[in-house]
């Protein structure tokens, strides 16, 4: 049918996150939450074995930020804060093609 294309649903945003403190599990959880809009592809934390009873998956759970940056993402939300190695994973980011989201002043 002419026009179906138009209304066919959207394929979920894949994202990657970075970070999996306070406001990253936050963000993951808001995520999780909307499955029709956000698939999470990647979580990097520092400790694998903290963040297991996080609620996360834990085969989203890498404790490699760069796989994550590298991986199947449309879009990279850093929550790791500081400027290293924050700064290098935003340039690498944004150097794939990815959209980044991130709140932290001392990379800008």
Known sequence: VLGEEAHAPAAPLRVGLLGLGTVG???YRELAARPELFEVTGIAVRNIRKQINSGAPAELLTN????VVNGECDLVIEAIGGRSPASE??????????????????VI
């Open 25 to 27: 599990l936050g963000v």
């Open 64 to 67: 490699d930020p760069w796989a």
């Open 89 to 106: 994973l935003i340039a690498a980011a944004l150097e794939a093609g990815r959209d980044v989201v991130t709140a932290n002043k001392a």
